[in-house]
């Protein structure tokens, strides 16, 4: 292997590691004030929207319905309190039906 491509993954490790050690070393034995732990426990939430949102809406060109019935099957199925498996299972039950109908 080449010498430049060992250099180019020992710093891509370093650049990976460094952002994700200094928080813990900065902050160890510091309690950030609630305000700010309000704002960082909704961050994994928020990205997970952010990723999944687009894609419901342009999921089939031209049919905006397909993605809607898809995310609200999907949406109710959850909040009744469904297992992973029945949540996508039911989804892909409701496309099939939905694609049936139309």
Do not use: C, H
Not at 33 to 48: E, S
Not at 59 to 72: F, M, P, R, T
């Amino acid at each position: 292997m080449r010498n430049e491509i060992v250099l180019m993954i020992v710093g891509m490790g370093l650049v990976t590691y460094i952002p994700r050690m200094l928080p813990f070393v900065l902050f160890k034995g510091k309690e950030l004030p609630p305000f700010i732990q309000g704002i960082l426990k909704n961050v994994p939430y928020a990205t997970l929207g952010a990723l999944i949102f687009p894609g419901i809406l342009l999921i089939q060109k031209g049919d905006i319905w397909y993605g809607i019935v898809g995310a609200a099957t999907a949406f109710i199925t959850a909040f009744l309190g469904a297992n992973v498996i029945v949540v996508v299972l039911g989804s892909i039950a409701a496309l099939a039906v939905y694609s049936y109908l139309m």
